[in-house]
């Protein structure tokens, strides 16, 4: 009987071997790319190259070293400002789950930047740091560290009070509830929050690099703009987003095979 439900539902789930999802997701870049090549034939624009004509200036730019070289000066900052907001998110959004007098300071304080114009803010962070790695740092931290800490805090605040209370009735202390019971329980949605976090570092480096110092991938992007070599200038914003979306997935993998094993069986 379980083969018989197997090879009724396998015609469903895959096509020629490959997963129906993955199919979508190939077809719908597919398409993607083929409108990009259509629309630079046309042109619907002069300053709009041609997918090959992208993908042959990315190939130039990597084999040559300049693309090497922007993403050495790029994932600097990033990494410091997304390892700096990790850390403190983290531990500052589960106090504020666990304290009131944390949330009730902090939480306003974290909206309103989470909700605030990045790109509005980049001057005063000029006028505070300079044009120095330093102001690229806060740039990122901005952008990433509320989503973490506001994650993480909703994640502790919304731990299963039922696991709590079970802990409780075991005569487990105060300690033992944050470290056995509170925190595992809400570790899936405290690493969703930095998965966003890294997402929207990725925003702020790049807002940074635009803004601030042209230096990096941003850099790329201003200088073959100004000399109206667009097929370069969409290389380097192709090979951001690339990265970026290939840095957030294999986040994603990580979560759901670590903290989300039930995704991963709805999945399969």
């Known amino acids: 009987m379980q083969t018989m439900t197997t090879a009724l539902v396998e015609p469903t789930t895959t096509v020629f071997g490959v997963s129906r999802t993955l199919l ?13 090549q259509i629309g630079g034939i046309i042109p619907i624009s002069v300053a709009f190259p041609t997918f090959t004509d992208t993908m042959r200036a990315l190939i130039e730019m990597t084999f040559d070293g300049r ?29 504020m789950g666990l304290n009131r007098k944390f949330q009730w300071f902090w ?13 509005a803010l980049i001057p ?41 209370q079970m802990c409780h009735s075991f005569q487990g202390t105060r300690l033992q509830q944050i470290w056995k019971v509170i925190i595992p329980n809400a570790s899936p949605v405290i690493f969703a929050g930095l998965r966003l976090g890294v997402a929207a570092g990725f925003i702020g480096v ?47 993998v990580a979560e759901i095979k670590f903290f989300r094993p039930e995704k991963k069986k709805s999945r399969s």
């Open 67 to 95: 693309m090497i070289v922007a993403y050495a000066d790029t994932l600097k900052p990033l990494i410091i400002g997304v390892g700096i907001s990790a850390g403190f998110g983290v531990v500052l959004g589960v106090s």
């Open 124 to 164: 005063l962070i000029t006028f505070v740091y300079g044009i120095g790695m330093a102001a690229k740092v806060v740039a990122v931290i901005i952008l990433a560290a509320p989503i973490i800490v506001l994650n993480a805090y909703k994640a502790v605040r919304n731990a299963s009070p039922t696991l709590i």
């Open 206 to 252: 790049i807002l940074a690099e635009l803004l601030i110092t042209p230096t990096g991938v941003g850099d790329l992007i201003t200088y073959h703009r100004s000399v109206a070599e667009y097929a370069e200038m969409y290389a380097a914003i192709f090979s951001i987003i690339v990265f970026s979306a290939v840095t957030v997935g294999l986040l994603e």
């Open 24 to 36: 979508y997701r190939l077809l719908s870049i597919l398409g993607l790319f083929t409108l990009w």
């Open 107 to 119: 939480e306003p304080i974290f909206v309103v930047l989470q909700a605030a114009p990045v790109a």
